[in-house]
């Protein structure tokens, strides 16, 4: 799949880490990117899925979210 979701953008490994178990234990593929931004500093960037398009991950996010397993996602061209 081009597409896939980000759940949240952590500045602490462990915030990413105990997210990933959350969805992990709800049968979700979950993983963690780290990430360097210049001037921001390192992000742990938890994201979940791959899709052919767009429209796919945003059904898949907004499915996560009904059931309460994030807030927010980004579907994003990976």
Do not use: D, H, W
Not at 24 to 43: D, Q
Not at 53 to 76: D, I, P, T, W
Request: proline share 1%.
């Amino acid at each position: 799949g081009k597409f896939t979701i980000q759940i949240v953008a952590a500045q602490s490994p462990t915030e990413a880490e105990e997210m990933v178990s959350l969805l992990k234990a709800n049968g979700i593929e979950a993983y963690v990117l780290k990430s360097v931004i210049l001037g921001k500093g390192t992000f742990y960037r938890v994201r979940a899925g791959k899709f052919s398009n767009a429209n796919e991950a945003r059904k898949y996010g907004e499915g996560l979210k009904q059931k309460g397993l994030c807030r927010n996602f980004s579907s994003l061209l990976t």
